[in-house]
Structure formats: C-alpha cells, structure tokens
C-alpha cells in the first residue's frame, strides 16, 4: 500500500519539518508544493531539508489563495504529476504544513487496506451546502493581488444552480478515482462551475466522486480531525485540551497545530508514535529567526505515557 501525499505550504518550516519527518518513509511518494506568495529564502529552506530524497518532488511553485480556485487547481495538478510520476502508489492524500499524523505507519497502511479501494471523502452534516451557501456560490469570487474578493451584484444565473454536496476539505483518493478524473470532462464541467465560488475545496471532490463512475465506491469519512467553532471561518489551534479526542481519534491526521501556541501537545502526539518531538532548528522564517521558543513537553509526556 503506497501513497501519493502532497504537502502544500507557506510558512512555519520547523513545523513542516516536525510533519516531515513523522509521514517520511522511502515507500511513499512525496509532492511538496511551495506556496509563491512565500518568499524565495523561505523555499530554499524547504529545498535544502528534502535535498538527495529520491521519492521527494518539489513542484513547480504557483500562488494560492485561501478559499479560491487556485486550491483546488494546486491539488488538481498534483493529481496528475503524481499520475505521471515513475512511482507507483494506491492513495493520494493532501495535506498542509500544519498537519500531523494521529497514527503510526503501519496503522496507516492498514487503515488504507480496510478501505478496499474506496475513496475517504467526508461530508458536512446540516443543510445543503451550509447556511452560507449564497455566499459561497451565488457571488463572483475571484483572487486578485493575494486575496479572495467578490462581486456581489452579478446575477446568479450566470454562475448556475449551487452543487448539491458540501464537506471536509481533507480527503484519501483511489488511484482509481484519481486516473479518471484527470482526464473526465466532468472534471472540465465542475470546474467550470465551482471556479468562481468560495471554499470551492470543500465542494469539488465531494460532487465529482458523487457524479462519477465512482459514485458507490466512497466513504463517507474525511482523513483529518479538526476543532471548529460554529461562527470561526477556520479550525481551532490544537491544544492539549485536546487530547482525550486526539488519542481516541480513527482518524489518520490532524489540525491545525501552532507550536507558538500549543508545543505540548505536538511533542506529545510524537512521542505517541515514536517520532522526532518538535524543535526549533536555525532555519529562519521569511529572512527572520523565529520570535518564540516553544516549551519542550518531555516532562509532560514521561508523566502521561508512565515512562
């Protein structure tokens, strides 16, 4: 069981780093897509960490906007360079520079087997598409100078009837899956659709799987476990709070972890699965050294794990 992660960032190089050495294995594949927003000695940070790595692709950079087409557009084409790579693998997995892993690899592995070929693509419980679908669908989104903005006085018409389906962003794709729709032109069409919508992430691959020859061959469950709060446009920071729901989690990930925030819990989560704790290296963030020195948990964790 091999997987396709893409690993999309644009700051916090420790963090990726903390990530990066939690998921890295030389089975996998890895796509790591730099944000190009961020600045160049920013990338070159993440370029000398996975320097001589074989299954390590460093894509070409693009920019990206939170909750504009260009993240689905950045998946869309990891999809396919990891369709077009030498490598072979089962799953494509996205994830962000502040996720972690809730499982160890090999429980990894097993919970991708027990999917039997079938995608993980969770839904939103609540109304269709949420009570600010208008919002999301029925305005002229557009990303103009690093922003998502809006035109509210375009006719809905023009932008068509909202899709149906709406959920969790983070998700495990068949290969299956993967090679048909890189190529479908229902993939063409809900682009087309979606492109000038809000969030689109958290409705595009929702609605292709449902209008696809893969449409029984889903479940209905997300990779990612997060914390929302209902009137929060993004999850909460992971904290140690937390933890009663992390470790009894059957999801693979979680997120959005701060080591500025909360660093206990992420040395936590590591030593659960036996990986490097977080640290702060001489990496330097967009040209700076980093301004805060998170705590170091080891205390905490002996104390938890009884060691």
């Known amino acids: 069981m091999r997987v396709a992660f893409q690993i999309n960032i644009h700051h916090m190089p420790d963090q990726f780093r903390w990530l990066f050495s939690a998921i890295y294995n030389e089975t996998d594949l890895f796509l790591v897509h730099v944000n190009k927003r961020s600045d160049q000695a920013f990338y070159d940070q993440i370029e000398s960490l996975v320097a001589g790595l074989d299954n390590v692709r460093l894509m070409t950079r693009q920019p990206i906007v939170w909750g504009g087409w260009s993240m689905v557009d950045c998946e869309l084409r990891g999809i396919r360079e990891a369709l077009a790579d030498n490598e072979t693998w089962d799953y494509f997995v996205r994830l962000s520079g502040q996720d972690y892993p809730l499982?160890?690899?090999?429980?990894?592995?097993?919970?991708?087997?027990?999917?039997?070929?079938r995608s993980a693509i969770g839904l939103s419980a609540g109304p269709i598409m949420g009570e600010h679908a208008d919002a999301r669908t029925q305005r002229f989104h557009f990303e103009w100078q690093g922003k998502l903005r809006y035109l509210p006085l375009i006719s809905s018409r023009l932008l068509g009837k909202a899709p149906p389906l709406k959920g969790n962003a983070?998700?495990?794709?068949?290969?299956?899956?993967?090679?048909?729709?890189?190529?479908?032109?229902?993939?063409?069409?809900?682009?087309?659709?979606?492109?000038?919508?809000?969030?689109?992430?958290?409705?595009?691959?929702?609605?292709l799987i449902a209008d696809s020859p893969f449409a029984d061959r889903w479940l209905n469950e997300g990779t990612h476990?997060?914390?929302?709060?209902?009137?929060?446009?993004?999850?909460?920071?992971?904290?140690?709070?937390?933890?009663?729901?992390?470790?009894?989690?059957?999801?693979m990930f979680a997120r959005k972890f701060d080591a500025g925030e909360d660093s206990d819990v992420m040395n936590f989560l590591s030593a659960r699965i036996g990986a490097p704790g977080f640290s702060v290296s001489d990496l330097l963030e967009d040209g700076e050294p980093p301004t805060r020195e998170p705590r170091v948990a080891a205390s905490l964790v002996a104390g938890i794990l009884g060691v």
Not at 110 to 115: A, E, H, I, N, V
Not at 230 to 242: A, L, Q
């Open 170 to 207: 983070w998700h495990a794709l068949s290969r299956e899956f993967c090679e048909w729709l890189a190529t479908a032109p229902e993939t063409k069409r809900l682009a087309r659709r979606l492109r000038f919508s809000k969030i689109p992430d958290e409705a595009f691959m929702h609605n």
């Open 103 to 117: 499982c160890t690899y090999d429980e990894r592995v097993r919970g991708l087997r027990r999917l039997n070929g």
């Open 225 to 251: 476990l997060e914390f929302w709060q209902p009137t929060k446009p993004s999850p909460d920071i992971v904290r140690m709070s937390n933890l009663s729901a992390l470790c009894n989690s059957q999801r």
